[in-house]
């Protein structure tokens, strides 16, 4: 029976939490954790081969180029904890700017029109969980056929040019624009204050249902490093990055408290949310999560209305990095979404993951993308190291899944 109390976490004393955690890490259950490593190996590589890597125009610039992504893949994680897939997610978000933009060269309100690509997100969603859940078409499949066709609802969109300039300058601050100094110290302080009162109000809540808590240390801990970490970004950011003597260029990219807004949001809704729980259920054993009485149709639908959903918002933040939206718009980045969630530790098989392990591969691909670019490699070998890198995270998922089942049984 102890085992099995550490392996499920619910010591109360900080020794047992650390024999817990070491405890699933041997039972295969990882996490983030060799996602973080490649992020201290590939910083810490690049860093000695470029002497550019580590300058402060560039650490802003990584923060910048994975937001794209680490919104994608963040909402690939929807669908992913089903054991689902949707390649479409990319091209959804391109065709939806492309009637954004088109929109507002012909003088609709840019909020307006930006509702409308939403709702046109939203739709997709809904017709794509609705094959997959109440059909039974293969979400590979169903997605495959939008992947396809929604390019040319892009070329058609745009015209026989099958590009546009983004012209609303709201959307290109997004990428563009920094906050005021003072901005991202706000910023930090909200941070630590919600990470600190989230903290506090989820061991309320499971003191309040008698359940085991973690201790205060553990909550100490994470603020602590929150504030340190944050801090020295914060710090490094709001530094001149311009190599001109004339324009300064300081502050926290506008970009990122939106970011971290709506990660936070997502977030709570799949760790602190019934339909999290469901999700999670549904995407771990869908027939016993049927028996108990959950409606999987709808949570399935539901998953794949809020990855497009949030697909939309990945592709806000590209035309506003590009200035620009095509007509093969998303075609390339879902893929490497896809393999960022799965090197950050979302499981391909459903049911184990999270929206911050998502983030975090996100960000290991982006300075895989950063690094070889600074030290001269050619486009190709990107592709090799990121594949690479994608099959090590699979088998890595395939073998803990594997040797977890076997601990299970075990126990």
């Not at 963040?74 to 054991?83: I, P």
């Not at 499971?206 to 504030?227: C, D, Q, S």
């Not at 027939?287 to 639908?301: H, L, P, S, W």
């Amino acid at each position: 029976m102890s085992d099995l109390t550490l392996k499920t976490g619910q010591e109360g004393s900080t020794s047992e939490q650390f024999k817990a955690y070491f405890s699933r890490l041997r039972a295969g259950e990882m996490g983030a954790l060799p996602a973080v490593g490649a992020l201290v190996f590939l910083g810490g590589l690049f860093a000695a081969l470029s002497p550019f890597f580590l300058t402060l125009i560039n650490f802003t610039n990584l923060f910048v180029q994975s937001a794209t992504l680490m919104m994608l893949s963040a909402a690939l994680v929807f669908v992913l904890l089903l054991g689902e897939i949707d390649l479409s997610a990319g091209v959804t978000a391109g065709t939806g700017m492309a009637i954004f933009v088109q929109l507002t060269k012909g003088g609709m309100n840019w909020v307006l029109a930006l509702i409308l690509a939403f709702i046109l997100g939203i739709f997709i969603g809904w017709v794509i969980g609705t094959f997959v859940a109440r059909i039974g078409v293969p979400s590979f499949v169903v997605s495959l056929a939008f992947y396809l066709a929604l390019p040319g609802v892009m070329l058609m969109v745009l015209g026989d040019g099958g590009i546009l300039r983004v012209e609303v300058p709201e959307i290109l601050a997004i990428m563009n624009n920094n906050l005021p100094l003072w901005g991202g110290w706000v910023l930090l302080a909200i941070c630590a204050a919600t990470t600190f009162a989230m903290g506090l109000w989820d061991r309320a809540r499971r003191l309040k249902a008698k359940l085991p808590a973690r201790p205060l240390t553990f909550l100490y801990i994470k603020t602590v490093g929150v504030i340190v970490l944050g801090g020295v970004t914060v710090y490094l950011m709001n530094q001149n990055r311009s190599q001109s003597s004339i324009l300064q260029i300081t502050g926290v990219p506008i970009v990122i408290p939106i970011a971290l807004a709506i990660l936070f949001v997502a977030t709570f809704s799949l760790d602190r949310t019934r339909f999290g729980r469901y999700l999670y259920a549904v995407g771990g054993n869908p027939e016993a999560a049927r028996r108990a009485g959950i409606k999987v149709a709808r949570i399935r639908t539901t998953a794949f209305i809020i990855c497009s959903s949030l697909a939309m918002v990945s592709g806000v933040f590209n035309i506003s990095r590009i200035g620009n939206v095509e007509s093969n718009a998303g075609k390339s980045i879902v893929l490497s979404g896809v393999a960022a969630a799965v090197v950050g530790g979302v499981s391909l098989f459903g049911g184990r993951g999270r929206l911050a392990h998502a983030a975090i591969g996100a960000f290991v691909i982006s300075i895989i993308d950063n690094g070889l670019g600074l030290i001269g490699m050619p486009a190709g070998i990107n592709f090799i190291v990121t594949g690479s890198v994608l099959l090590i995270a699979a088998t890595i998922d395939a073998l803990a899944r594997k040797r977890s089942g076997g601990s299970l049984l075990r126990l």
